[in-house]
Nanobody, 125 residues
């Protein structure tokens, strides 16, 4: 059974930083691209960032480009999201996700089969 467990969320002032972690188990982590999404109550879940299986390529939503960095450690089966220069609009529940197909990156929610429980990030102004 695939499990994704996020950690690292919290309350931070605008301009601050947080680092989210997502520990995976239950499948060959190094065969799958990974992604981060976020969701605000009443809105659809939106793509934030993705990283290919080997970490060689990364993809970002325009809203976070230049401020967020996604990385992974395949030896630890963990993906990270370093968030810098946070703004109040970044406030959301952040989810890591693993896709249905191996070696496949996507920004679409429907292409992901497994999701973590989410971690709250709140940025105060």
């Amino acid at each position: 059974q695939v499990q994704l467990v996020e950690s690292g969320g919290g309350l931070v002032q605008a301009g601050g930083s947080l680092r989210l972690s997502c520990a995976a188990s239950g499948r060959t982590f190094s065969s799958y691209d990974m992604a981060w999404f976020r969701q605000v109550p009443g809105k659809e879940r939106e793509f934030v960032a993705a990283i290919t299986w080997g970490g060689g390529r990364t993809y970002y939503a325009d809203s976070v480009k230049g401020r967020f960095t996604v990385s992974r450690d395949n030896a630890k089966d963990t993906v990270y999201l370093q968030m810098n220069s946070l703004i109040p609009e970044d406030t959301a529940v952040y989810y890591c996700a693993s896709p249905r197909r191996s070696y496949t990156s996507s920004a679409k929610v429907e292409d992901y089969e497994y999701w973590g429980q989410g971690t709250q990030v709140t940025v105060s102004s």
